[in-house]
């Protein structure tokens, strides 16, 4: 783990008190190693609820020096591409995190898991069945009503060559699934003699054309988990009725280890939807620039906004793990980030939406520089030097020609203002072009007042202003980022997610002025622009000459801790 992320060891969790009894004297995993996996479906990139799983399997290993795997739980061919597991990869080393040598694709075990399948057939735990995806619904029964399938009692030699020819490609897709024979009255429906084999014609982005059967998730997964050593099987809450499953292939299959099973509630975060295929909707249809769009919940997405590996764990961290379901606040993953980068990102003063300021008795043709602090949080990043001029840009926001009560900025007759780090102001007019649009602001400064204070210490009344000096500036595009949601439960009930889209969830400003020492920008690298949030510079569009900046959260902190 980079040291620059500075994150403590994982705090003690329920999680980590059934580890503390099986690791202890009499344990069951007493004397071994705590090894933990991380087993991703790369079916579409990660996002922020990945990330406490992330930290939850990885930061479990790592407070008990054990390993953690990365597996790529590939048994799925339907959506499942290359493109997303070098994503995977990329996201979870951004986040901190190191799998050594400990990579795997569940689909190296196919084989494995063939010949197990074989095997439950051969001991009368599974047979083929032929019930069409409609009779399978309606002889699944109820509370009150078991289960059943014609098929249940198929001789085991008769299903032993229907699977061999289900291998072979036989047979359609959908005509038969392999069904382990477990307990069609069981009150737990994932036991009612679940199907661990479909036939799946499709291209598999690994096995080619080799494989047209493939293993449900279930039986794969508790597999996968016993080849590899797995102590600890770590998942989300939704599999705790798939447990007693879990351990059913695990007692019946000859495997080389007992891994056990401990589930957790899933992160939920308000104005957001964290579903894969939701996702995936958002970007097929349109609805965002691509998994990597900054409004997106994916972790690409939060990283080209400007939100750090730090600000997430640190997130992941304080949310806590626990097996009650909640709702976090979107505002509490803001509050994270502003906190990282209130302590990091250089101060820089850009202006979004400018308008020329002229003061008037500056003398023509002269300039000179303000050494201002690069972080007051961190002495050790220095300093640098900022030109002034006699023309300015400030933000348009800043001036009103009839001021309204208790505004303190820029008004004709108004009260002195400071120019931030230079000097003070006062306006005395404006120029207006023929539609009636202020144009310029035309002020006076007092040449006494070098650094913002009056050589008379006389009272300041108005705002400081942050500006930018016209000669130096730079243009630059600005992006401005909201929920992309403007419903806080997009996902509740029968709503459509779609309809809660929030139309303004983007604001592009094509003509925003950053101070000079940002023109050698580049990604990743975060500014807070004074007065106006964090930004980012953008790691896709932003190129020299074209300089294009991401606001990833306002300096507004409305999110209260509790």
């Known amino acids: 783990m980079p040291d620059e992320l500075n994150t403590p060891v994982m705090a003690q969790n329920f999680i980590h008190d059934f580890i503390d009894e099986d ?56 959506k499942e591409d290359e493109e997303f597991v070098d994503a995977i990869q990329e996201d979870i080393h951004w986040l901190g995190y190191d799998w050594g ?12 898991m063939y010949e197990l399948a074989v095997d439950l057939i051969k001991k009368g735990l599974a047979y083929v069945c032929e019930l069409t995806p409609e009779q399978f619904k309606e002889y699944r029964g109820d509370v009150n009503t078991p289960a059943r399938s014609p098929y249940r009692d198929r001789p085991i030699q008769e299903s032993l060559d229907l699977f061999a020819r289900m291998r072979a490609g036989e047979f359609p897709n959908g005509a038969m699934t392999l069904r382990a024979k477990i307990d069609l009255e069981s009150g737990n429906f994932n036991m009612r003699d679940p199907v661990i084999y479909r036939i799946n014609h499709m291209h598999h982005h690994r096995q080619g054309d080799k494989w047209c059967i493939y293993p449900m998730y279930d039986f794969a997964h508790p597999i996968e988990d016993a080849l590899e050593g797995i102590t600890h099987s770590l998942c989300s809450l939704e599999f705790e009725d798939h447990r007693p499953l879990y351990d059913w292939v695990v007692a019946h299959c000859d495997l080389p280890a007992k891994p056990r ?87 820089v003063m850009a202006v979004l939406r400018p308008v020329k300021l002229t003061i008037t008795n500056y003398p023509d043709g002269q300039s000179e520089t303000f050494t201002v602090e690069n972080n007051p949080n961190r002495p050790e990043d220095g300093s640098r030097e900022i030109s002034f001029s006699k023309h300015l840009y400030v933000e348009a926001e800043d001036f009103l020609e ?76 600005v992006r401005l980022y909201d929920n992309l949601f403007s419903d806080p439960d997009p996902d509740a009930g029968d709503k459509n997610f779609l309809d809660c889209l929030n139309p303004n969830s983007l604001e592009i400003l094509t003509d925003a002025k950053v101070e000079a020492s940002l023109a050698s920008a580049t990604a990743p690298a975060s500014f807070q622009f004074l007065r106006q949030g964090y930004f980012c510079v953008d790691s896709k569009d932003s190129a020299t000459g074209h300089l294009v900046f991401n606001r990833s959260v306002s300096l507004k902190d409305s999110f209260k801790v509790k």
């Open 23 to 78: 690791i202890a004297q009499g344990g069951q995993f007493q004397g071994l190693t705590v090894h933990t996996r991380f087993p991703p479906e790369p079916n579409g990139y990660l996002h922020i609820g990945h990330a406490k799983a992330i930290f939850i399997d990885f930061g479990t290993a790592e407070k008990y020096g054990g390993l953690c795997n990365l597996r790529m739980d590939d048994t799925n061919p339907t």
């Open 261 to 347: 099973q401990i589930e957790f509630a899933r992160l939920g975060i308000n104005y957001t939807v964290m579903s894969k295929r939701k996702l995936r909707a958002l970007v097929e249809d349109g609805k965002v620039s691509g998994w990597d769009d900054p409004r997106m919940p994916t972790l690409c997405g939060l990283r080209r906004r400007g939100y750090t590996p730090k600000s997430i764990r640190n997130f992941s961290e304080r949310n806590g793990v626990s097996k009650a379901a909640s709702t976090v606040e979107y505002a509490f993953l803001e509050h994270c980030l502003r906190e990282d980068l209130n302590e990091s990102a250089q101060r």
């Open 101 to 112: 040598n400990r990579f795997f694709f569940a689909s190296d075990y196919f084989e494995k």
């Open 402 to 477: 009839t001021p309204v009560p208790k505004y303190k900025r820029l008004y004709p007759n108004g009260p002195e203002c400071r120019l931030k780090g230079a000097y003070l102001i006062r306006c005395t007019g404006c120029v207006k072009d023929e539609t009636g649009k202020v144009t310029e602001i035309l002020c006076e400064y007092d040449p006494d007042s070098r650094g913002g204070d009056p050589a008379d210490g006389r009272k300041v009344k108005g705002a400081t202003i942050h500006w930018v000096d016209a000669s130096t500036a730079v243009d630059a595009e």
